[in-house]
């Protein structure tokens, strides 16, 4: 699996957009970009994977680097609830997850 | 009802116990999971299976030891548990075809172990 390196902590203010970021510089052709997350108390939960192309959801958005080295995180809208750790994985289809410590979100009222 | 259910939610015990942690699914997975968490570190992957004959060591597995049951049962056992081994535990499943290009994972909600 690709070495991904991402903040350890960020902080926004509600009802705002933020952007998590991740850098994947030893990413290889196959892997794919995977998004989760962790809420208070609870297990993760993805939220977003992409391959090349920038991917949307009802969660979140994922734009991609156009050299896969970095992508981004997108969620448009921050509600309290979105307070989570956030990790950027890579892997490809028979790797088992490797989760780093991911990026603290605090969301501000 | 939930998709991945761990047994028991919340466990204390005494060094040198063994202990045995059950993880069941009904989501029809091949491929199951064994994670720990401990606090301000990520998950860290404990034992994983591909299917009911598969078993592989994952990052941590020392002192631990798994079984496979069947396809939705996975449990994992601390033969002798000791305090170091504190640690939320996390089953999580994931489909094991090959037309599963992105291998989502689904996780249970977690077993509290306390060593004393």
């Known amino acids: 699996d690709a070495k991904t390196t991402q903040p350890n902590s960020m902080e926004s203010n509600e009802e705002e957009p933020v952007h998590l970021p991740c850098n994947h510089s030893t990413i290889s052709g196959t892997d794919y970009i995977h998004w989760y997350r962790q809420l208070p108390s609870q297990g993760p939960e993805y939220v977003i994977h992409?391959?090349?192309s920038n991917v949307n959801n009802r969660m979140a958005s994922l734009a991609i680097a156009e050299d896969r080295k970095s992508s981004t995180l997108i969620l448009h809208r921050a509600t309290l609830r979105d307070a989570a750790v956030y990790y950027c994985?890579?892997?490809?289809?028979?790797?088992?997850?490797?989760f780093g410590k991911g990026t603290r979100l605090h969301i501000l009222p | 009802d939930a998709d991945v259910t761990q047994t028991p939610r919340n466990r204390i015990t005494k060094t040198g116990k063994r202990i045995m942690l059950e993880c069941s699914q009904t989501?029809?997975?091949?491929?199951m999971y064994w994670y720990r968490q401990d606090p301000g570190l990520g998950l860290r992957l404990i034992y994983y299976?591909?299917?009911?004959?598969?078993?592989n060591k994952g990052e941590i597995s020392d002192g631990y030891s798994v079984s496979r049951q069947a396809q939705a049962k996975f449990s994992l056992s601390l033969e002798s548990a000791i305090p170091n081994q504190t640690a939320l535990y996390f089953c999580?499943?994931?489909?094991?075809?090959?037309?599963?290009?992105?291998?989502?994972?689904?996780f249970g909600p977690g077993t509290r172990l306390t060593v004393l």
């Open positions: 989501k029809g997975h091949d491929r």
């Open positions: 999580a499943t994931s489909e094991g075809r090959a037309s599963n290009a992105y291998n989502e994972q689904f």
């Open positions: 992409g391959l090349t």
């Open positions: 299976s591909f299917d009911v004959k598969d078993i």
């Open positions: 994985i890579c892997l490809n289809r028979d790797d088992k997850i490797i």
